[in-house]
């Protein structure tokens, strides 16, 4: 594999390099800061100026099976359908951690409310409570059957079939020190194609990767891959910083890529759904946040993915009026977009302090957040279901970019 390691070494040449310690001390300098607003969070993940929202994911009423005394590891096989993914960290800043709380690893949820322990994916380590940085992401395909993750004992990415046990490898080791501060993970609905980015973009290469032929290829570093096609031939991929930004990859397994990508720049901020089924546009949400005045979205709009060009806009109904923030997350169809949403007050930054910071603390600082469907011609929003969290952040949901 002598030509990747060239074109590797090519992408390092070109990224700026980034001083990890220095950014860890940074964020532990931090530790009392949470990013509530998304575009806090886009800047969070590319500016590295805030840390990884800790998130603890749980029903609102949660099922005798989601106690966690009741959590065991993950079996071998025969695990049904995924409904989410949550990450645990467990070292409060005051209080005991719940019992059987492990810190920085992941749990899954089946669609029947069984919870499942995942020790196999490397845990994240959290810059406020340790010594280094490190993120860990996992990935659940469409139909919630597969996961894709950093496997601790593999050093690289393994993707698992939850029912029958089989399990697939990456065909090159990745150092765990490559994972980066925020990392992002597509997962094709099949489970076949596998794409890795993180934030800051490192000198260490992103990449794309055939888990069937056994195939790489690198990828741009400092983007969140948000579509990936069913042949694994295109990959749609958003940026937020220094400003929001669209790309498109197409012939990623030619012998040369010269020419097939595009690269919009979009006049205005927003918030990036995943790629719609139709495999050309995107929706997003307007971005109206301001230093002063934090947690405010505009309307529902679509874009076309590769010009940035608007074609629809739509005002959203049917949400609470005291939404302060959106996240578009999976697709439930051609016609409708999942938006997971929280109702905290936000108080403005001063220029001393990171990120807008809820006006309702608690130690830790619980959430309440509320997943609804929206249906993208009418813009109307229905309830799906409410959960608990401790951030906003480190909730997956089944299909590409379940993540944020």
């Not at 990449?207 to 790489?216: C, G, P, Q, T, Y």
């Not at 790309?247 to 690269?263: D, H, I, K, Q, V």
């Not at 009418?378 to 799906?384: P, S």
């Amino acid at each position: 594999m002598t030509w990747l390691r060239d074109v590797l070494d090519d992408l390092a040449d070109e990224a700026p390099h980034v001083d990890l310690a220095e950014r860890t001390i940074a964020i532990h300098e931090r530790r009392r800061q949470t990013a509530v607003s998304l575009i806090a969070a886009a800047l969070v993940i590319v500016t590295a100026l805030g840390a990884t929202a800790a998130v603890r994911l749980l029903p609102a009423q949660p099922r005798p099976a989601a106690n966690p005394g009741a959590v065991t590891d993950l079996p071998a096989r025969g695990v049904g359908p995924l409904s989410h993914a949550y990450k645990t960290f467990c070292l409060p800043e005051s209080g005991r951690a719940p019992a059987g709380c492990r810190d920085g690893e992941w749990r899954v949820v089946t669609r029947t409310g069984r919870t499942y322990r995942v020790p196999q994916a490397l845990p994240s380590l959290d810059a406020y409570r340790s010594v280094g940085l490190r993120d860990s992401p996992l990935a659940i395909s469409g139909d919630g059957r597969k996961i894709a993750y950093y496997g601790a004992r593999e050093q690289t990415f393994v993707v698992r079939d939850l029912a029958s046990g089989e399990r697939l490898t990456a065909p090159a080791k990745i150092p765990e020190a490559w994972l980066g501060s925020v990392s992002h993970l597509l997962l094709s609905a099949d489970g076949r194609f596998l794409a890795f980015t993180k934030n800051p973009a490192l000198k260490d290469p992103a990449m794309i990767v055939d888990m069937r032929e056994r195939m790489v290829r690198p990828l741009p570093n400092g983007w969140n891959p948000i579509g990936i096609s069913d042949d694994g031939g295109t990959i749609t991929l958003a940026q937020y910083s220094p400003k929001p930004r669209l790309r498109t990859m197409s012939r990623l397994w030619a012998t040369s890529t010269a020419g097939n990508t595009t690269t919009a720049d979009l006049p205005g901020s927003y918030f990036f759904s995943p790629l719609a089924p139709d495999g050309t546009t995107v929706m997003a949400i307007e971005n109206l946040s301001t230093q002063t005045r934090p947690c405010r979205h505009g309307d529902l709009v679509r874009l076309d993915a590769r010009t940035g060009k608007t074609l629809k806009t739509v005002p959203l109904r049917g949400l609470p009026a005291d939404v302060s923030q959106i996240s578009l997350r999976t697709w439930r169809g051609a016609t409708e977009v999942t938006a997971l949403t929280t109702s905290v007050r936000c108080r403005p930054a001063s220029k001393d302090d990171g990120p807008a910071e809820p006006e309702e603390r608690r130690d830790p600082p619980y959430l309440t957040m509320t997943a609804y469907a929206v249906d993208v011609g009418t813009g109307r929003a229905r309830k799906i279901a409410t959960y608990t969290a401790q951030g906003f952040f480190e909730i997956v949901l089944p299909g590409p970019a379940g993540a944020l």
